[in-house]
């Protein structure tokens, strides 16, 4: 995982020594047990899925009733959401032989049901591929000269945009497998038109075919119209690390989660690129943060390391309204799915080799 995400020390179980001597075979050292993961406030967990491998990645399909993983190993599995079944494995002998990690997973968002699910995913050796569900066949695949990190679609699905290890942002048309554009800086170095280093974080405005957003090592989140080479403004200041740029739909407040323990988690305006407020942090102490998201109208959610832990928070009072808590190891990514069937969205959590899915309660979610 060397130079992909920065990951967290692993969780170890405490001990405690005695005040006497203690020799090699001595058995005086008490282990404390470690702390299944669990639900504090607000949300209740609702299923627990062990995927073998460490999970690197994850989306839920448009209709919310499958969950794809990605997985360290280059392998994708499917799950059907209901009872937690893996229905599908996606990997072909380039996946199989090259073994690196699946960085991102995108469904696509327009897609006829008729012709079923389509799944955009990104590999750590710079392989891009089209996969279709039902068939667990790669119907498309092109290869990039980096490490792709992440990608996403455009509102409409026509187009998608990959990023990784260089600074360039491709744009690709989706019928064609073309690259279209590259955004990029302008080579010289006193402008910040773009970024310097390694992105992460993609988003798209849910408005608009053309706008996005993009941040990474470099320390800035940049402004695009991906028909244009190079950024329009910026923000300085926010570290992004994983997916962790969401746009309101509602304010066009943009939510950033940074890898960091001061400031992990700010809102800014997109209009006037002006910090609106820091989040604090819980009363548990910093986290890192990997993933953000705005969840409906009045909360947001945001997962990481350190802590291990994810927590739903209050948008008007910033506090923490329910948490999952004693996670085996830092979370990379996280996703949300609406159904009409629930008021309450269904969120999938990922760490170590397992996901996690909750569901918030309350009279704030019904």
């Not at 075919?209 to 926010?238: A, C, K, N, Y």
């Not at 996670?327 to 629930?342: E, H, I, K, M, R």
Request: hydrophobic share 35%; proline share 6%; glycine share 8%.
């Amino acid at each position: 995982m060397s130079g992909l995400l920065v990951t967290p020390r692993p969780r170890v179980s405490p001990s405690r020594l005695s005040t006497q001597l203690l020799s090699p075979s001595s058995s005086d050292i008490s282990q404390e047990p470690v702390p299944e993961p669990s639900t504090e406030g607000d949300l209740r967990l609702e299923r627990e899925i062990d995927c073998g491998e460490e999970v690197m990645s994850c989306q839920f399909n448009p209709s919310g009733i499958l969950l794809a993983a990605g997985l360290i190993n280059g392998t994708i599995k499917v799950y059907t959401v209901s009872d937690g079944r893996c229905v599908h494995t996606l990997k072909d002998d380039q996946s199989i032989s090259v073994h690196l990690p699946v960085t991102a997973l995108r469904f696509h968002p327009n897609r006829p049901s008729s012709k079923g699910d389509l799944l955009l995913a990104t590999y750590a050796g710079g392989q891009v591929k089209f996969w279709h569900i039902s068939t667990q066949s790669c119907v498309r695949s092109l290869q990039e000269d980096r490490q792709t990190l992440s990608a996403t679609f455009n509102p409409s699905g026509s187009h998608f945009v990959t990023v990784g290890s260089s600074d360039e942002i491709l744009v690709y048309d989706v019928e064609s497998m073309t690259c279209v554009n590259i955004c990029q800086p302008s080579p010289s170095l006193a402008l910040m038109d773009g970024h310097r280093s390694r992105i992460f974080g993609l988003k798209f405005h849910p408005y608009s075919e053309e706008s996005f957003l993009s941040g990474g090592w470099d320390d800035t989140v940049q402004f695009w119209d991906m028909r244009q080479r190079h950024s329009l403004r910026r923000i300085s200041g926010p570290h992004v690390c994983g997916d962790a740029l969401d746009i309101d739909p509602n304010t066009e407040q943009i939510l950033i989660g940074s890898w960091r323990k001061e400031e992990s988690l700010q809102v800014w305006d997109s209009l006037n690129g002006q910090k609106i407020h820091t989040v604090s942090d819980d009363f548990r102490g910093p986290s890192r943060i990997y993933c953000c998201r705005w969840l409906g109208t009045g909360h947001m959610i945001a997962a990481g390391s350190d802590l291990n832990m994810c927590r739903i928070i209050d948008r008007n009072s910033l506090m923490t309204r329910g948490s999952l808590i004693d996670l085996p190891g830092g979370v990379y990514c996280l996703d949300v799915a609406t159904s009409s069937s629930s008021p309450a969205p269904l969120i999938a959590i990922t760490s170590s080799h397992k996901l996690f899915l909750v569901r918030p309660t309350g009279t704030a979610f019904s």
